[in-house]
């Protein structure tokens, strides 16, 4: 899951200027959701949401401003409802009086125009108090779930572990790369010459075994109700902001902006995770109650510059560039979304444990929440070459955090398919494999003394001639003459 997207310093500065410039040129491009939040919870709440704020390690902003800017927003609303109800009497009137005769309605014409002359200052204040409130609240992450642990990672509560690490008690285990390369299932060199570093080839029986885990995932998704989706690696800005990925003070762009034909083309980004196209594909939408929880899985490319993490596992396949992930995503009812979480959780957990892999399953701290994140589960898998614990996957239930940036809404059963009758749904998503990082886990894992490596039972199916073992001379890939 990618849980930051764009510089904070950007993000608060410009966020909230993108989408009121955008309303105010009535979206040229043809596609603009209006973030509808709620803005009389978030000024009732303030010290809860300041608390919140301070715990996730977000910038401060004046909360009270933002109380007050509500509260002069009520009264305003509050007298355009009684001049907009004098306005419909008075044309009522107007009506009334036109038929018996022009002079007759003279007055009750004067009347309209005046009341006009009222509501137009309002209306126009109202407006500009409103984009004043939604740039500030959409610098508010999400309420954080109570038993999140409050701090940085490592106050993470450790749930549970399956399986014993493995160590060197046998003989010096390598790393991935190194056995890797001997397997001659990657090639790191020339992909640094044609994209740079932080990118790489998987080839031979390292192409296969990424086919492999993307097959595995999909056919244990949709065993258990999730509906294929191949996303597209390109999508609106906007989308990607109305998911919640904002950084916070300290950390850095992960995004690839997409330079377009022209200033008046929307803005594009390459997706961080499957998550964003997902959730567009759900965007605007209204469903009936009876028709959630939704469940999908989506496999794409995922795309991140990494800004600020180098030197940081900057060694083979941990940290990098480009690569393929299996999403899960649902979209719920509130009632539905804490016991959705546990179903995404629990089906990682069954594919990591059909995997062998040793693992944790951790509740993660309040700073390592994304903004949009209410309640976050990280696993992690024991690396014995890096000799280490590394993120393999993650869970988040962002309760109504993106439904309200992108409409996605739904009607209760007892109501019409009415937008004025809808709610907001919860939205979840899931890392079901992120490839590189459960290639390191199995390589690093399986790994045996004479350099070949035991395949997963579950994977070899899908691996040509269904091998027991990768061994360097058995691997696909190997000619007379070196790639």
């Known amino acids: 899951m990618l849980k930051h997207a764009i510089y904070k310093s950007k993000y608060h500065n410009k966020l909230g200027q993108f989408y009121s410039t955008l309303i105010k040129e009535k979206v040229k491009q043809g596609f603009h959701v209006h973030p509808k939040l709620d803005y009389n919870y978030l000024a009732t709440n303030v010290v809860a949401i300041q608390q919140n704020i301070v715990n996730r390690g ?77 740039t500030q609240g959409l610098k508010i992450p999400n309420d954080a779930h109570p038993n999140s642990p409050i701090g940085s990672e490592e106050n993470a509560r450790i749930i549970k572990t399956i399986g014993t690490p493995r160590n060197n008690n046998e003989y010096q285990l390598k790393d991935h790369l ?16 044609g994209s740079g570093s932080s ?122 560039h480009q690569f393929s992930k299996v999403e899960l995503f649902a979209v719920t ?53 890096r000799r280490k614990w590394g993120e393999i996957s993650s869970t988040s239930n962002c309760t109504d955090y993106q439904a309200r940036r992108l409409s996605i809404r739904y009607c209760l059963k007892k109501h019409k398919m009415n937008p004025g009758n809808a709610y907001f749904c919860h939205t979840l998503n899931g890392t079901a494999i992120a490839v590189p990082r459960i290639i390191i886990a199995i390589l690093e894992t399986f790994q045996q003394q004479d350099g070949s490596v035991q395949v997963p039972q579950v994977l070899r199916r899908w691996l040509p001639g269904e091998p027991e073992y990768l061994t360097p001379s058995s691997v696909l890939g190997k000619h007379e003459f070196s790639f």
């Open 178 to 193: 190194q056995i890797a390369t001997e397997l001659d299932i990657i090639d790191i060199k020339q992909a640094a010459i």
């Open 58 to 134: 977000y910038e401060r902003i004046d909360l009270n401003q933002f109380a007050q800017l509500n509260e002069e927003r009520n009264q305003i609303k509050r007298k355009l409802k009684l001049l907009n109800t004098k306005q419909e009497e008075v044309n009522v009137a107007m009506r009334r009086a036109i038929k018996l005769s022009q002079s007759a309605a003279e007055e009750w014409i004067e009347k309209g125009k005046q009341l006009k002359l009222e509501i137009k200052p309002l209306d126009e204040k109202l407006s500009q108090i409103e984009d004043q409130l939604l």
């Open 333 to 385: 009812t509130p009632d539905q979304s804490e016991s959705m979480m546990e179903e995404i959780r629990d089906l990682q957990e069954e594919m990591f444990s059909e995997l062998g892999l040793c693992f944790r399953v951790l509740d993660m701290p309040t700073k390592e929440l994304g903004a949009s994140a209410y309640r976050k589960y990280d696993m992690e898998a024991w690396m014995p070459g």
């Open 199 to 320: 990118f790489y080839y998987l080839q031979g029986m390292g192409a296969f075994l990424e086919l492999a885990l993307i097959q595995y995932a999909m056919h244990k998704a949709h065993a258990k109700g999730f509906y294929g989706v191949l996303t597209p690696d390109i999508v609106r800005t906007q989308v990607a902001y109305g998911c919640g990925f904002q950084p916070r003070s300290d950390e850095h762009s992960q995004i690839y902006h997409i330079t377009t034909k022209s200033q008046e083309d929307p803005a594009m980004c390459l997706v961080g995770t499957a998550e964003i196209p997902l959730a567009a594909k759900m965007a605007t939408r209204l469903f009936a109650e009876k028709d959630l929880p939704i469940r999908l899985a989506g496999f794409g490319h995922a795309f991140r510059t990494e800004a600020g993490g180098l030197g940081r596992d900057p060694k083979g396949l941990y940290r990098v």
